[in-house]
């Protein structure tokens, strides 16, 4: 491997970065299993080596946190991921539903300097088809205040930032519809099934379930 680290370690440490990056509670070991698709006792025998590496704290049947080199450990998985996506997307013919099973094996192989040749090739992109931002190789994240689009009352006016690779069929979904990193959208109604915006300058108003509403995040 490029930097000497384990894809199974950089897997677990990408998986603890993610869930928190986007909501404050951090991850247990029962839903880190969950996220890897792994057997709980696999979860905790490499939780204990990643402790014992100074990358993670960890108590007992307690959340996993990263420590400062475990998350700078992380980010590098994060950046080279989310460069590959984009990459794949803007240089090779990808559609963005497309892109995350085939970074997931890339991510693991690349080398430090193609990479710096694909973010220099890019221009430096700072986020990836998806709207997540690409850390920096100094380490930093960019970030924006934000609020999920579930969670946005009737009358929110925000553009998306982010919107989750998880189902490749919602993100087939919504780019038909128009919705996509950048847009513009307004919340006319917040029901209980459902999510009814407005987007960009398109008056027509597109009912979003609440499911699909869960995955996309806009500026507060």
Same mark, same amino acid.
């Given at each position: 491997?490029?930097?000497? /680290?384990?894809?199974? +370690?950089?897997?677990?440490?990408?998986?603890?970065?993610?869930?928190?990056?986007? /909501?404050?509670?951090?991850?247990?070991?029962?839903?880190?299993? $969950? !996220?890897?698709?792994?057997?709980?006792?696999?979860?905790?025998?490499?939780?204990?080596?990643?402790? $014992?590496?100074?990358? &993670?704290?960890?108590?007992?049947? =307690?959340? &996993?946190?990263?420590?400062? @080199?475990?998350?700078?450990? !992380?980010?590098?998985?994060?950046?080279?991921? =989310?460069?590959?996506?984009?990459?794949?997307?803007?240089?090779?013919?990808?559609?963005?539903?497309?892109?995350?099973?085939? %970074?997931? &094996?890339?991510?693991? $192989? +690349?080398?430090?300097?193609?990479?710096?040749?694909?973010?220099?090739?890019?221009?430096?992109?700072?986020?990836?088809?998806?709207?997540? *931002?690409? #850390?920096? $190789?100094?380490?930093?994240?960019?970030? @924006? *205040?934000?609020?999920?689009?579930?969670?946005? *009352?009737?009358?929110?006016?925000?553009?998306? +930032?982010?919107?989750?690779?998880?189902?490749?069929?919602?993100?087939?979904?919504?780019?038909?519809?128009?919705?996509? #990193?950048?847009?513009?959208?307004?919340?006319?109604?917040?029901? #209980?099934? %459902?999510?009814?915006?407005?987007?960009? !300058?398109?008056?027509? @108003?597109?009912?979003?379930?609440?499911?699909?509403? @869960?995955? +996309?995040?806009?500026?507060?």
């Amino acid at each position: 491997m490029p930097n000497g /680290q384990s894809p199974a +370690i950089e897997d677990y440490l990408k998986t603890v970065y993610a869930h928190t990056e986007w /909501q404050p509670d951090p991850i247990t070991p029962s839903a880190l299993a $969950a !996220a890897l698709g792994v057997a709980p006792s696999s979860v905790t025998e490499m939780v204990k080596k990643l402790a $014992a590496l100074g990358l &993670v704290s960890h108590a007992p049947y =307690r959340a &996993v946190r990263l420590t400062d @080199e475990g998350r700078a450990r !992380a980010l590098g998985v994060v950046r080279r991921h =989310r460069l590959i996506e984009t990459w794949l997307v803007h240089e090779m013919g990808y559609a963005w539903d497309e892109v995350h099973d085939e %970074a997931e &094996v890339l991510e693991h $192989a +690349i080398s430090d300097r193609l990479l710096e040749a694909i973010d220099d090739r890019l221009g430096r992109p700072s986020r990836d088809p998806h709207g997540d *931002p690409i #850390p920096r $190789a100094d380490g930093t994240v960019p970030t @924006e *205040p934000f609020v999920l689009l579930a969670d946005a *009352p009737a009358g929110h006016l925000g553009r998306v +930032i982010r919107i989750s690779d998880r189902d490749p069929s919602v993100l087939r979904d919504l780019d038909d519809a128009g919705i996509g #990193p950048g847009v513009e959208l307004r919340v006319t109604d917040a029901s #209980p099934l %459902a999510i009814t915006v407005a987007a960009g !300058a398109d008056p027509a @108003e597109r009912a979003l379930a609440r499911e699909v509403a @869960e995955a +996309i995040w806009v500026t507060a």
